[in-house]
C-alpha cells in the first residue's frame, strides 16, 4: 500500500494547510457533494470527483495542486512524497478520537468480567504510551455498567407504584401489589445460579420483564377483593378469601402459559439459542418461585395493610374528634 507522507514545515512555508491538502485529496479520489438536484419524484446529488483514468494508479497524485493561502497553485509533489507501507483499510473515530475495536470469545465458564480483566492485565502487560486506553464499547460497555440496569428497575417499579396509586386512588394497594415483586427477583437469580448461567445484559431484561409479568397475579387478587370490599361491604379477610378462590384458575392459567412460552427459550431450541436462552432460565424462576410464594403472601398483606389502614383511620378520627371538643370547650 502507498502512503502519503507530508512535510509540515515545508506546507507551512509554501502557506499550504492541512485541510486544504486534504480537501485536494479529498476531492479527486473521494466522492464530495456539492449540490442536490430536486426533480418532481425524485432528488439527485451532484458529487464531484476526478476521472477514474486519472486517478486509475498512484501517480496520479502527481497531477495534483492545492492552493496556498495567497491563492497560488502548488503541485502537491512539493509537500509530499508517496512511499510503500502498511496503513489500515479504514480509521473509525470515536469522540473525535482514533479507535480500534478488539474482539475476543469467551471460553466455557469464564465470565464477562473476568474475560475484561485478563484483557487488561494483557494490556497493562505491554506497557504502551500513555495516550492509548483501553474502554469497552457497545453491548460490553453496557454489560460491565451495573448501575444503569439498577437505575432501569427502580424507575421501573416507581413507574408501576405511580400508576396502580393513580388507578386505586390509594398509596398501600400499590405496596401489596408491587410486594410480588422480590419474589420473581430472587427466582430469577436462583434460577441463573442452579444452572450457571452468567448475569448478562439478556439475562436483566427479564429482571424487567418479570416486573410486568409477575405483578398482574397480585391486581388480579387486589382488584376483585377491593370491589369486594367497597361494594358488597365484606370484611378484608373475606373479600381477599373469596378473590383467592375465583382468581386462582385465571392466575394459574396466565401463569403456564409465560412459564410454557419461556421454555423453549429456556431449553435452548435453533440458531443463536445461547443468547436467549438466560431469558427463559430467569423467566421460568421467577414465575415458579413468584407463583409459589405470592399467593400466599400477597393475601397475608393486603389483611395486614387493610387493618393497619382502618386502625390509622380510626386514629385519625378520634384525633379530630378530640380537637373539635377542644375548640368547643374553648
Not at 170 to 189: E, F, Q, R, Y
Not at 193 to 214: E, F, H, K, Y
Request: overall charge positive; glycine content about 8%.
Amino acid at each position: 500500500m502507498q502512503k502519503i507522507v507530508i512535510d509540515r514545515e515545508k506546507a507551512s512555508r509554501l502557506g499550504v494547510s492541512i485541510g486544504a491538502i486534504d480537501g485536494a485529496l479529498y476531492g479527486a479520489f473521494g466522492q464530495r457533494q456539492i449540490s442536490t438536484i430536486y426533480a418532481d419524484l425524485n432528488q439527485y446529488g451532484v458529487v464531484v470527483n476526478a476521472l477514474p483514468s486519472q486517478t486509475g494508479s498512484p501517480a496520479a497524485i502527481e497531477d495534483l495542486y492545492v492552493a496556498s493561502r495567497s491563492g497560488q497553485m502548488i503541485p502537491l509533489t512539493a509537500l509530499a512524497h508517496q512511499e510503500p507501507g502498511l496503513a489500515p483499510s479504514q480509521v473509525t473515530h470515536q469522540n473525535q478520537y482514533t479507535v480500534m475495536d478488539l474482539s475476543y470469545n469467551l471460553a466455557p465458564g469464564v465470565s464477562s468480567g473476568e474475560g475484561d480483566a485478563i484483557v487488561k492485565a494483557a494490556i497493562d502487560g505491554l506497557r504502551m504510551p500513555g495516550d492509548i486506553r483501553q474502554a469497552a464499547r457497545g453491548g460490553f460497555r453496557q454489560a460491565m455498567d451495573p448501575a444503569a440496569m439498577l437505575m432501569l428497575i427502580i424507575a421501573a417499579i416507581a413507574t408501576v407504584y405511580i400508576v396502580l396509586g393513580m388507578l386505586y386512588e390509594n398509596l398501600v394497594h400499590p405496596v401489596t401489589i408491587l410486594s410480588t415483586l422480590p419474589a420473581a427477583g430472587m427466582g430469577a437469580l436462583l434460577a441463573l445460579w442452579i444452572t450457571r448461567t452468567d448475569l448478562s445484559v439478556i439475562s436483566m431484561i427479564a429482571l424487567v420483564l418479570l416486573i410486568g409479568i409477575v405483578k398482574k397475579n397480585a391486581i388480579m387478587m387486589i382488584d376483585f377483593a377491593l370491589v369486594a370490599q367497597r361494594e358488597h361491604g365484606k370484611a378484608p379477610a373475606e373479600a381477599v378469601r373469596e378473590a383467592c378462590i375465583v382468581r386462582f384458575r385465571p392466575i394459574m392459567m396466565t401463569t403456564m402459559v409465560a412459564i410454557l412460552a419461556a421454555l423453549p427459550l429456556a431449553i435452548g431450541l435453533g440458531e443463536g439459542s445461547e443468547l436467549r436462552r438466560p431469558l427463559g432460565i430467569a423467566m421460568i424462576g421467577g414465575l415458579l418461585i413468584s407463583q409459589s410464594l405470592t399467593l400466599l403472601s400477597t393475601p397475608a398483606l393486603y389483611v395486614i395493610f387493610s387493618c393497619l389502614q382502618q386502625h390509622w383511620r380510626s386514629w385519625r378520627a378520634r384525633r379530630k374528634a378530640r380537637r373539635q371538643q377542644r375548640i368547643a370547650r374553648a
